[in-house]
Nanobody, 126 residues
Framework: EVRLVESGGGLVQAGESLRLSCAAS????????IGWFRQVPGKEREGVAC????????GYSDSVKGRLSIASDNALNTVYLQMTNLKPEDTAVYYC???????????????????WGQGTQVTVSS
């Protein structure tokens, strides 16, 4: 069974850091692309970071560039999202997702991702 499980969310103060984990099972990360997305109530899901596992190519949204970093540990079949200098506007449910089918480098567009985790809440207080 293909499964993605996020963990690491929580409540932090502005300026602090968090590391989110996305543990994959039922498939190998190696040939795929993984993305991190976030969503707040009433707004569309926003792609913040992605990685093409095969060559390590990454992509970031302008809103998080320089503060968030995505990386994979293929031995653990896990993708991480390191978040630093967090801001209240980073508050959201964070999801990881897998793109199995495209051949281009990773994208921040949710449309291409077919498997999703259940999400983990990140709350940043001011």
């Amino acid at each position: 069974e293909v499964r993605l499980v996020e963990s690491g969310g929580g409540l932090v103060q502005a300026g602090e850091s968090l590391r989110l984990s996305c543990a994959a099972s039922g498939f190998s990360l190696k040939e795929n692309r993984i993305g991190w997305f976030r969503q707040v109530p009433g707004k569309e899901r926003e792609g913040v970071a992605c990685i093409t596992i095969a060559d390590g190519t990454t992509g970031y949204s302008d809103s998080v560039k320089g503060r968030l970093s995505i990386a994979s540990d293929n031995a653990l079949n896990t993708v991480y999202l390191q978040m630093t200098n967090l801001k209240p506007e980073d508050t959201a449910v964070y999801y990881c997702a897998a793109d199995f089918y495209t051949v281009h480098n990773c994208t921040l567009k949710p449309y291409y991702f077919t498997e999703w985790g259940q999400g983990t809440q990140v709350t940043v207080s001011s």
